[in-house]
C-alpha cells in the first residue's frame, strides 16, 4: 500500500492543492451568497466574482510563493498563501461591491459591510494552517530525509553551510562533511542521495559535479558571478553550433521611464499614506530622548555615487556608527521597534523622490562596507550597476546578516533578470519580510557549531562524519 502511495504521491499532492484552491474559493463564494443570491446561480456576477478571484489569486500565489509542501517548512507557506488570500479576497470584495451598486439587483452588499469579509479570511487563514501541517505531516510520513554530504573548503565555509541546510532536517540528514581534497571524496558521495557542494574552487566543483550527474545524485551548489550570468543566458544554435548566449544586459528606455514612474507614483502614494505613522514615530523619538529624529548616511548608489539616506535614528546620539550586533547598546527603546517593523526605514521614500534611490533594488550599503566588501571581493562592484533600492532580492531572501558573497549572488541575480513584474514581485514579497524574525537578525547571532573532527592540516583532510 505504501508503494502505490510513494508511486502516486505527485498526483496526490496535486489534487491536494487544488482542493485547497477549491475550498478558499468556495468559502468567499459561500458567504458572500448570503447578501447576494446571484452567487448561488449561473449569472454574470458570479462569472466575474470567479473569474476576478481567480485571476488574482493567481497573479498573488505567483508573487508570494504557491501551496509547495514537502520543499518549504509549513509557516512560511502559510505567510505567504495567508498573505495572497487575504489580497485577493479584498480585490475582489471591492469587484463584487462595485458590480453590486445597482438597486435592480437586489443586493444587500456595501461597502460597510466589512464584518462579513474578516470572517470569511479567518476561516480561509484556518483552512490555509490545517491543510499546510496536514500536508507537510503526511509528505514527510512518506520521503524520509534524504542522506546527504556536505563538500566544502574551510572551516568557515562548513559552519555557513551547515547551518542553512540543518534547519531543514525533515527534507535532509547530514551524514558526512568533507573537504573537496579528501581522498574519500568519490566514495563517501556514493552513500548519499544528496550533495551540497559550498565554497568550493570551480575546477574542482565542475568535477565533483560530474560525478554526481554520472551517477544520479542530487546536487546543490552555490553559484559564482560566472554561474548567475549562465544562468540568465539564452541558448542559441548558430548554424548546428550550441551556443550559450549571455549578452550584456542594461534596462532600455521604456524601461527605465516606467521604472522612474513605478517610483515616483507608489512612493509618493506612500508617502501620504504612511504620514501618520512619520508622526507617530517622529513623536515617540522625540520622547525617549528629545534628541533629532532623522539620521543621515553617506551611502553609494548606481555607479558608486554618494548621496545621504535618510533614516529615523534608532540609536542613541553621538555614538559611534558601525554595524550593529545583538543586544547592542546604541540602539534606543523605541529604535528597536522600528528596527523590528522595518519602519525606521520610511524616510528613505524621500530619496526615491530624489531619484537617488529606486523601490526596488540593491540595498545601499555603508562606504566603509563598499571600500572593505570591495577589497575582499572585487565583484561586489557589479551590485553598482543600477540604483540602490528601498528593498530588494538580497532583503526578501536573505537576512540582515547575510554574508557579503551571498548578498552579491542574490543582488546580480536580479539584475540579471530585471523585469517590471520582477519589481512588482518583489514589492509584493516585501511584507513577508515583516513575519522574519531573523530578517534583523544582527551580524555576530549566529550560533557557532563546533566540529571537532574537522581537520585541514596541510591539505590533509579526514573524512568528517555527523
Known amino acids: 500500500m505504501k508503494s502505490i502511495i510513494i508511486n502516486l504521491q505527485k498526483t496526490i499532492f496535486l489534487l491536494w492543492k487544488i482542493l485547497l484552491y477549491f475550498l478558499l474559493m468556495s468559502i468567499f463564494i459561500g458567504a458572500f451568497s448570503f ?86 479570511m479567518g476561516l480561509q487563514v484556518l483552512l490555509i494552517v490545517v491543510m499546510t501541517y496536514l500536508g507537510n505531516y503526511v509528505y514527510f510520513r512518506i520521503n524520509h530525509p534524504e542522506i546527504s554530504c556536505i563538500v566544502t573548503s574551510s572551516r568557515e565555509s562548513m559552519q555557513q553551510i551547515y547551518v542553512a541546510v540543518n534547519r531543514y532536517k525533515k527534507q535532509y540528514n547530514i551524514k558526512y562533511i568533507l573537504d573537496y581534497r579528501d581522498k574519500n571524496l568519490y566514495d563517501t558521495i556514493l552513500k548519499c542521495h544528496t550533495v551540497f557542494i559550498y565554497d568550493v574552487p570551480i575546477k574542482d566543483r565542475t568535477e565533483i559535479f560530474e560525478f554526481c550527474y554520472r551517477h544520479s545524485r542530487n546536487i546543490y551548489f552555490n553559484p559564482d558571478v560566472p554561474d548567475v550570468v549562465e544562468f540568465n543566458a539564452q541558448h542559441i544554435v548558430l548554424d548546428d553550433v550550441s551556443l550559450i548566449g549571455a549578452t550584456v544586459k542594461e534596462l532600455s528606455l521604456e524601461q527605465r521611464f516606467i521604472k522612474r514612474s513605478m517610483d515616483l507614483i507608489l512612493s509618493g502614494i506612500g508617502l501620504v499614506v504612511s504620514s501618520p505613522i512619520w508622526l507617530i514615530c517622529a513623536a515617540c523619538i522625540k520622547a525617549e530622548d528629545g534628541g533629532s529624529v532623522f539620521f543621515k548616511q553617506k551611502r553609494a548608489t548606481k555607479n558608486g555615487e554618494v548621496f545621504e539616506v535618510y533614516k529615523f535614528r ?46 526596488v533594488g540593491p540595498r545601499p550599503e555603508m562606504l566603509e562596507n563598499v571600500y572593505s566588501y570591495t577589497a575582499q571581493l572585487p565583484e561586489f562592484e557589479y551590485r553598482l550597476r543600477v540604483k540602490a533600492g528601498l528593498t530588494g532580492y538580497a532583503q526578501i531572501a536573505g537576512k540582515y546578516n547575510t554574508s557579503p558573497r551571498d548578498k552579491l549572488i542574490l543582488d546580480l541575480m536580479y539584475i540579471e533578470n530585471y523585469s517590471l513584474w520582477k519589481d512588482i514581485k518583489l514589492l509584493f514579497q516585501t511584507l513577508i519580510v515583516l513575519f522574519k524574525s531573523d530578517s534583523t537578525e544582527a551580524f555576530d547571532s549566529k550560533r557557532r557549531i563546533e566540529f571537532p573532527e574537522y581537520k585541514n592540516i596541510e591539505n590533509e583532510v579526514n573524512t568528517d562524519e555527523q
Open 35 to 120: 447578501p447576494n443570491p446571484q452567487l448561488l446561480r449561473l449569472s454574470r456576477t458570479l462569472g466575474v466574482t470567479l473569474l476576478t478571484f481567480a485571476a488574482v489569486g493567481y497573479g498573488m500565489i505567483n508573487a508570494y510563493g504557491k501551496f509547495d509542501i514537502g520543499q518549504r517548512k509549513s509557516k512560511p507557506i502559510i505567510y505567504s498563501l495567508g498573505l495572497a488570500v487575504i489580497i485577493t479576497d479584498i480585490v475582489t470584495y471591492i469587484q463584487l461591491a462595485v458590480m453590486n451598486t445597482n438597486p435592480a439587483n437586489n443586493s444587500t452588499l456595501k461597502f460597510e459591510n466589512l464584518g462579513c469579509l474578516v470572517i470569511v
Open 314 to 359: 534608532t540609536m542613541k546620539e553621538n555614538v559611534e556608527n558601525f554595524s550593529s550586533t545583538a543586544d547592542d547598546d546604541r540602539i534606543t527603546k523605541v529604535g528597536k521597534v522600528l528596527r523590528k517593523c522595518r519602519l525606521d526605514e520610511l524616510p528613505q521614500i524621500l530619496n526615491i523622490l530624489k531619484g537617488e534611490m529606486s523601490l
